[in-house]
């Protein structure tokens, strides 16, 4: 009897409605190639790139870790992802490295975070890494870019954009400038499903989510089941289930059995601009999804804007007495609320945690999602009493299909602007440019495997294949 074989495009469909499918054994050969595809094109999985923000910078002391290698221990900052390090190289020495240009120290670091290119008083003057790899790569995929917290209003910092260059991160100089982040997740999932849904049931809000977008796909379902083999029922069930708990997050109202409410008792998600944990969460599980369905490979995430006055949120974490802001300036420089910080740092990698955890429960071609991504995560700042742009907090998290050598480490670069890192990154998931910002080449002991044509082959690789 022939296999069962799927195509990567499939969807499930109903009636005028289709899901995507996150990859199944069922899309690949016997050689583990796509079905269908040319020997050549023998990647199993996409390889994606985004950036992840996270703002107030660090105390270095309680980042970076003493020892180099594989056998290196946690410091404070980092115990939260403790689940993960495997799969996470942390970066010492880099440099954002920009230092012409408009700007305070927020503004240039959150504006410089992803591109390496300076700023004028209104916008970047380069393209995001994120950006780079969508517009060489994308292959009509969406770009995603996300913001858990509100863009700020006015002139300060010494730029005229203060919502553009401290409330975003992703830039096209090709695409005319600032990419606007979404930040109500109930508009991330329009964009996921909305299209897919019957065109009767979306001329408003409500009507489009009174039943699971599940339910129109019902019939298709089932029958696809029935055809699985029971690794790829449980990748699916997995898959369905993690749509139908976002559905029930934001639609408070909706019925576990699918049927129609009456009406619309609450909000779907979180309305407010203001950041929360719990929106942060729902964005985080939007993105994860996309991922996993390939509707994005490239895209970014802020969990909060440049210089971090997060506002009331500081109440809901434990211990903070004081915005993660104020309490870079609290008291003379050698007594900087350091105590505050470092509850601020376990926060922001306890959510980053959340994301990572989401992924790395993803099966994915024989790994995971997170095994299939590259993820550069980092802030605005060094020091934060300083506001300094050295040794930054900067960690890679996934090993891009293989192609980062250096998961679960800790390497230490030099002295090396950002746009060595957002270089290196861009090789790991096959982009052929040669430059970005400010870079001045690949970084050593980073990546592995990747052609000498490309310019990425590290030092590591070498060092192991002798």
Same mark, same amino acid.
């Given at each position: 009897?022939? &296999?069962?074989?799927?195509?990567?495009? %499939?969807?499930?469909?109903?009636?005028?409605?289709?899901?995507?499918? &996150?990859?199944?054994?069922?899309?690949?050969?016997?050689?583990?190639?796509?079905?269908?595809?040319?020997?050549?094109?023998?990647?199993?999985?996409?390889?994606?790139?985004?950036?992840?923000?996270?703002?107030?910078?660090?105390?270095? +002391?309680?980042?970076?870790?003493?020892?180099?290698?594989?056998?290196?221990?946690? $410091?404070?900052?980092?115990?939260?992802?403790?689940?993960?390090?495997?799969?996470?190289?942390?970066?010492?020495? *880099?440099?954002?490295?920009?230092?012409?240009?408009?700007?305070?120290?927020? +503004?240039?670091?959150?504006?410089?975070?992803?591109?390496?290119?300076?700023?004028?008083?209104?916008? =970047?003057?380069?393209?995001?890494?994120?950006?780079?790899?969508?517009?060489?790569?994308?292959?009509?995929?969406?770009?995603?870019?996300?913001?858990?917290?509100?863009?700020? /209003?006015?002139?300060?910092?010494?730029?005229?954009? !203060?919502?553009?260059?401290?409330?975003?991160?992703?830039?096209?100089? %090709?695409?005319?400038?600032?990419?606007?982040?979404?930040?109500? &997740?109930?508009?991330?999932?329009?964009?996921?499903?909305?299209?897919?849904?019957?065109?009767?049931?979306?001329?408003?809000?409500?009507?489009?989510?009174?039943?699971?977008?599940?339910?129109?796909?019902?019939?298709?379902?089932?029958?696809?089941?029935?055809?699985?083999?029971?690794?790829?029922?449980?990748?699916?069930?997995?898959?369905?289930?993690?749509?139908?708990?976002?559905?029930?997050?934001?639609?408070? =109202?909706?019925?576990?059995?699918?049927?129609?409410?009456?009406?619309?008792?609450?909000?779907?998600?979180?309305?407010?601009?203001?950041? =929360? $944990?719990?929106?942060?969460?729902?964005?985080?599980?939007?993105?994860?999804?996309?991922? %996993?369905?390939?509707?994005?490979?490239?895209?970014?995430?802020?969990?909060? *804007?440049?210089?971090?006055?997060?506002?009331?949120?500081?109440?809901?974490?434990?211990?903070?007495?004081?915005?993660?802001?104020?309490?870079?300036?609290?008291?003379?420089? +050698?007594?900087?609320?350091?105590?505050?910080?470092? *509850?601020?740092?376990?926060?922001?990698?306890?959510?980053?945690?959340?994301?990572?955890?989401?992924?790395?429960?993803?099966?994915?071609?024989?790994?995971?999602?997170?095994?299939?991504? %590259?993820?550069?995560?980092?802030?605005?700042?060094?020091?934060?009493?300083?506001?300094?742009? /050295?040794?930054?907090?900067?960690?890679?998290?996934?090993?891009?299909?293989?192609?980062?050598?250096? +998961?679960?480490?800790?390497?230490?670069?030099?002295?090396?602007?950002?746009?060595?890192?957002?270089?290196?990154?861009?090789? !790991?998931?096959?982009?052929? !440019?040669?430059?970005?910002?400010?870079?001045?080449?690949?970084?050593?002991?980073?990546?592995?495997?990747?052609?000498?044509?490309?310019?990425?082959?590290?030092?590591?690789?070498?060092?192991?294949?002798?």
């Amino acid at each position: 009897m022939n &296999p069962f074989r799927l195509s990567r495009r %499939a969807l499930l469909r109903g009636v005028g409605a289709g899901i995507a499918l &996150p990859l199944l054994d069922a899309m690949l050969d016997n050689r583990g190639i796509l079905y269908g595809s040319a020997s050549a094109q023998s990647a199993t999985a996409p390889i994606r790139l985004f950036t992840f923000f996270f703002p107030g910078g660090c105390e270095k +002391a309680s980042w970076h870790p003493k020892e180099l290698g594989a056998g290196y221990t946690l $410091t404070d900052s980092l115990q939260p992802l403790a689940a993960h390090k495997a799969a996470i190289t942390v970066v010492s020495g *880099i440099k954002l490295g920009v230092n012409n240009g408009d700007g305070d120290a927020h +503004a240039r670091g959150t504006g410089c975070f992803a591109t390496g290119a300076p700023l004028t008083k209104t916008a =970047s003057t380069g393209t995001s890494v994120d950006q780079v790899a969508q517009e060489e790569l994308g292959q009509g995929k969406q770009s995603l870019v996300l913001n858990a917290q509100k863009k700020p /209003n006015g002139s300060y910092g010494g730029v005229e954009k !203060a919502g553009d260059i401290y409330g975003e991160i992703s830039w096209s100089v %090709a695409g005319g400038g600032v990419i606007e982040a979404r930040r109500n &997740p109930n508009d991330v999932f329009d964009s996921l499903f909305k299209n897919l849904l019957p065109s009767k049931a979306i001329d408003n809000h409500a009507q489009a989510y009174e039943q699971s977008v599940l339910s129109y796909v019902k019939d298709n379902t089932t029958r696809l089941q029935k055809k699985l083999g029971a690794a790829d029922r449980q990748r699916l069930d997995a898959h369905l289930t993690a749509i139908r708990d976002l559905e029930l997050r934001l639609m408070p =109202s909706a019925q576990i059995t699918c049927t129609a409410p009456s009406a619309l008792t609450a909000p779907m998600g979180p309305e407010s601009a203001e950041y =929360s $944990t719990e929106k942060a969460h729902q964005l985080m599980d939007l993105l994860a999804l996309a991922m %996993a369905c390939d509707i994005t490979r490239y895209g970014s995430f802020m969990l909060g *804007i440049g210089s971090n006055n997060f506002g009331c949120a500081h109440k809901s974490i434990v211990g903070a007495e004081l915005s993660e802001h104020s309490a870079a300036h609290d008291g003379s420089g +050698a007594v900087r609320r350091y105590d505050q910080i470092r *509850i601020y740092k376990r926060y922001q990698m306890t959510q980053l945690t959340y994301l990572l955890d989401k992924l790395a429960a993803m099966p994915e071609a024989g790994g995971s999602v997170l095994d299939h991504s %590259a993820i550069f995560v980092g802030s605005e700042l060094g020091d934060p009493a300083s506001h300094d742009h /050295n040794n930054m907090p900067v960690l890679v998290c996934g090993k891009a299909g293989g192609r980062i050598a250096s +998961a679960g480490s800790h390497i230490d670069v030099g002295d090396r602007p950002v746009g060595d890192l957002l270089l290196t990154l861009l090789g !790991a998931v096959g982009s052929k !440019a040669t430059s970005i910002g400010n870079s001045t080449g690949v970084l050593p002991g980073i990546l592995a495997g990747l052609p000498l044509a490309q310019g990425v082959t590290s030092m590591i690789f070498e060092r192991r294949t002798r």
